[in-house]
């Protein structure tokens, strides 16, 4: 029975497993974004977020701790130096799935993970979006208030053209 196992194996021992997730998450933290098989990507989810979320109180004992699972010193001082500045407001969900579709060989599903943060053109469409928003009523405009706007700038335009020639 599979009582409380909640976390996929991935057809691997432990040690390998870990081996894996760690490897994952050092080539996420570096290149941040990694294309791999749907179950991977999950396990590296679970796996990855939690020393993500570390990163945000920059410590000896943080550091430490996120070293002796990532065992790579440059991808922790890139965890703690820039991913830690973008992820600091953000609460968690510090990454991303999209499905690209099944691999050809053997058509297991794939997937692209990334840090959200990173992910340039969808925080401009998101920008974008937020701008373009406006409430119109059913109603439509008076026409009343918009004849006498259009009418005064013209008013004025004559009293400067009367001007200039007394000027001269």
């Given at each position: 029975?599979r009582?409380?196992k909640?976390?996929?194996?991935?057809g691997?021992?432990k040690?390998h497993r870990?081996?894996l997730?760690?490897?994952?998450?050092v080539?996420?933290?570096?290149k941040?974004?990694?294309?791999?098989?749907?179950a991977k990507?999950?396990?590296?989810?679970m796996?990855a977020e939690?020393l993500?979320n570390?990163a945000?109180?920059?410590?000896?004992?943080?550091?430490r701790l996120?070293?002796s699972?990532?065992?790579n010193?440059y991808?922790?001082s890139?965890?703690?130096?820039?991913?830690?500045?973008?992820?600091?407001e953000r609460n968690?969900g510090?990454?991303?799935i999209?499905?690209?579709?099944n691999?050809?060989?053997d058509?297991a599903?794939?997937?692209m993970?990334e840090?959200?943060?990173?992910?340039?053109a969808?925080l401009?469409?998101k920008?974008?979006k937020k701008?373009?928003r406006?409430?119109r009523?059913?109603?439509?405009?008076?026409?009343?208030?918009v004849?006498?706007?259009a009418e005064?700038?013209?008013?004025?335009a004559s009293a400067?053209?009367?001007?200039?020639p007394?000027?001269?």
């Amino acid at each position: 029975m599979r009582h409380n196992k909640k976390f996929n194996h991935l057809g691997r021992k432990k040690a390998h497993r870990d081996a894996l997730l760690a490897n994952m998450t050092v080539s996420l933290i570096m290149k941040k974004r990694i294309f791999t098989t749907l179950a991977k990507a999950k396990a590296l989810r679970m796996y990855a977020e939690p020393l993500i979320n570390r990163a945000k109180e920059d410590s000896m004992a943080n550091r430490r701790l996120v070293f002796s699972y990532l065992k790579n010193k440059y991808a922790v001082s890139e965890l703690f130096r820039e991913i830690s500045q973008k992820i600091a407001e953000r609460n968690g969900g510090y990454t991303r799935i999209l499905k690209t579709g099944n691999r050809l060989g053997d058509n297991a599903q794939m997937c692209m993970i990334e840090l959200v943060d990173y992910n340039e053109a969808m925080l401009k469409e998101k920008t974008a979006k937020k701008a373009g928003r406006t409430r119109r009523s059913r109603k439509a405009a008076p026409k009343a208030e918009v004849a006498p706007a259009a009418e005064a700038p013209v008013a004025e335009a004559s009293a400067e053209e009367k001007e200039l020639p007394a000027a001269e």
